[in-house]
C-alpha cells in the first residue's frame, strides 16, 4: 500500500502551480514594465542589437587592452544602469518634469567649466571626470533644454507668448551657442529639434520665419567666414575645430572629376567614408552575420560614428532596413501617444523625445551611408557610450511616462465615470428585479444615442 508522500500529484494540481506561476510572472512583468508595449519591445530590441554588434565592433579595443570581455561588460553595465533609469523615471508623473529647468541650470554650468575642468578624448574636449566616472555635459543639457522648451510651451495661455517665447530663444542660443564652440553637429541638431518642438507647439509661424531667417543668415556668415580665414590660423589653438568644420565640408562638397585610380585610393580625408562603403558594399542583402566583419578593424570608432556602417556589413539591408524601422516605430507611436494625451506637458515631452532619438539616429545612418558629411553622432542606444546611453534610456523613460500618466490617467477617469453612472443608475431602478440589468443597458443606450445625435 503506497503512502501519501509515495502518491502522484494530480495532473490538473501541477496544471494550476504552473497557470498559478505564469500568472504571478505575468502580474509582475505588468508591475516593472509598465507603459507603451510597443515602446519596450522596441528598447529590448535595439539592446538586444547593441549587445551583439558592441561585441563584434570592438576588436580594436579589445587588442589595445589585451581584455576579450572588457568592453562588452561596460557596455552591458551600463545598459542595465539605463533600465533602472527608465524604470525609475516612468514612475514619475509628467508634472514633476517641470523641474528639469534647474537641471538645465547646472548643465549650462557644466558646459561652461568643461573648457577649463574638462577632459581630451579624440582630440575633443567634452567630457567632465568626476570620481573616475566621465560625464558628457552636453548630453545632460539636451534633454533637459528639451524638457524646459516642452514645459514653457505648455504655459502658453495667449498672453503670454511674446515672453516665454523670448525665453525660449535665449535658452536655445545659449545652450546651443556653448556646445557649438565644441560639437557643432549636437549644437545644430538640438536647436533643430527644439525649433520643431516649438511649431509643433503652435508658435506664432511670423516668429518661427523670422528665427529662420536668422538662422539662414548666421549660416551663410558661417561660412564666408570659413572661406576667409587662413588655413595656418587654423592648425591649432583655439580655431582648431574651424579647420576641421572647414575640412569636412569641403570634402563633402567637392564634385570634381576623379580619375578610377583617384577614386579608389583611400586617403587621410576619405578614410573613413571609404572603409564605410566597403562595409556596407560587403554586407549585401543579408550580410556575413554577426563577428565576421573585417572593417570593424579598419573604421574609427566603428562601434560609435559608424556603427550603422557595421550592422549592415554584418546583417546585410535586410538588418539596416530593420535597424531603421525601429526608430520609424519610435516616431509613430510617440504620435500615436501624443495625439491621445490632452494635456500639454505630457504631450510635448513624449514629442521631443521621440525627435531627438529618431533623428539622432536618421543622422547617424546618413553619414554611414555618405549622404551628410560626418557628424559624429552615435546610434542612440546601439553605440557605445556612457552618459549617452543613460540620457537616451531617459528619453524612453519619458515617453513611458508621458504614456503612462497622459494617456492612461484619461483611461481611468472615464473608466471610473462610467462606473459610478452605471452604480447609480442600478441604485435608481432598483437593481434587486429581475430586468433592472436590461432597464440600465437601455437606459444607457438612448442616452448614448442622444449624445451621437446632439453630436
Given amino acids: 500500500m503506497l503512502n501519501d508522500s509515495n502518491q502522484m500529484q494530480d495532473p490538473d494540481q501541477l496544471n494550476g502551480r504552473v497557470a498559478e506561476t505564469e500568472s504571478s510572472l505575468g502580474d509582475f512583468g505588468r508591475k516593472i514594465f509598465k507603459g507603451d508595449k510597443v515602446i519596450w519591445l522596441v528598447f529590448i530590441i535595439l539592446c538586444v542589437i547593441s549587445l551583439v554588434e558592441i561585441f563584434s565592433a570592438t576588436s580594436t579595443i579589445v587588442y589595445r587592452q589585451q581584455n576579450m570581455w572588457g568592453p562588452i561588460l561596460r557596455h552591458a553595465m551600463f545598459l542595465i544602469g539605463g533600465v ?7 514612475n514619475i508623473p509628467y508634472r514633476y518634469f517641470s523641474s528639469l529647468i534647474f537641471v538645465l541650470l547646472g548643465a549650462i554650468v557644466l558646459l561652461i567649466l568643461t573648457p577649463f575642468i574638462g577632459v581630451s578624448v579624440n582630440g ?35 498672453e503670454n507668448d511674446a515672453i516665454l ?15 557649438a564652440m565644441d560639437n557643432l553637429s549636437t549644437a545644430v541638431l538640438l536647436f533643430g529639434i527644439c525649433y520643431l ?36 590660423w587654423t592648425d591649432s589653438g583655439p580655431l582648431n575645430r574651424l579647420g576641421t568644420w572647414k575640412n569636412r565640408i569641403a570634402s563633402f562638397s567637392s564634385h570634381k572629376e576623379l580619375s578610377e585610380e583617384e577614386y579608389y585610393t583611400i586617403t587621410d580625408e576619405n578614410y573613413q567614408v571609404a572603409h564605410a562603403k566597403i562595409a556596407i558594399a560587403n554586407g549585401g542583402v543579408v550580410g556575413v552575420f554577426p563577428g565576421n566583419s573585417t572593417e570593424r578593424d579598419f573604421l ?26 525601429l526608430y520609424v516605430i519610435i516616431l509613430i507611436r510617440a504620435g500615436m501617444s501624443a495625439r491621445k494625451t490632452e494635456k ?17 539616429a536618421f543622422i547617424n545612418m546618413a553619414v554611414a551611408v555618405n549622404l551628410i558629411p560626418v557628424t559624429g553622432q552615435p546610434l542612440p542606444l546601439v553605440s557605445r557610450g556612457g552618459t549617452s546611453t543613460l540620457i537616451t534610456c531617459a528619453y524612453f523613460g519619458l515617453i513611458l511616462s508621458a504614456d503612462r500618466f497622459g ?11 462610467a462606473e459610478t453612472g452605471k ?14 440589468d436590461v432597464g440600465s443597458i437601455n437606459r444607457l443606450e438612448d442616452k448614448v444615442e442622444f449624445e451621437i445625435i446632439q453630436v
Avoid at 507647439?201 to 576667409?228: D, E, Q, S, T
Avoid at 494617456?407 to 465615470?417: A, D, N
Avoid at 452604480?423 to 433592472?436: I, T
Wanted: net charge neutral; hydrophobic share 55%; with cysteine.
Fill in 84 to 90: 533602472g533609469v527608465i524604470l525609475l523615471i516612468h
Fill in 124 to 158: 575633443a574636449d567634452r567630457w567632465i571626470s568626476f570620481m573616475g566616472f566621465t560625464i558628457q555635459p552636453s548630453e545632460i543639457a539636451k534633454i533637459s533644454l528639451m524638457g524646459t522648451i516642452a514645459f514653457l510651451l505648455s504655459k502658453q495661455n495667449g
Fill in 165 to 179: 517665447f523670448r525665453w525660449m530663444i535665449g535658452l536655445m542660443v545659449v545652450v546651443c551657442g556653448i556646445i
Fill in 197 to 232: 518642438l516649438m511649431f509643433i507647439g503652435n508658435v506664432k509661424i511670423i516668429r518661427l520665419l523670422k528665427v529662420a531667417g536668422a538662422g539662414i543668415a548666421l549660416i551663410l556668415l558661417f561660412v564666408l567666414m570659413l572661406n576667409v580665414i587662413p588655413d595656418n
Fill in 300 to 325: 574609427p570608432q566603428a562601434y560609435s560614428d559608424f556603427i550603422y556602417a557595421i550592422i549592415i556589413e554584418e546583417m546585410g539591408l535586410v538588418g539596416g532596413l530593420f535597424v531603421l524601422l
Fill in 344 to 360: 500639454l506637458i505630457p504631450k510635448y515631452l513624449v514629442l521631443g523625445s521621440a525627435l531627438m532619438l529618431s533623428i539622432q
Fill in 407 to 417: 494617456i492612461g490617467r484619461k483611461k481611468k477617469e472615464k473608466t471610473s465615470e
Fill in 423 to 436: 452604480d447609480e443608475e442600478n441604485k435608481d431602478s432598483g437593481s434587486d428585479l429581475p430586468g433592472a
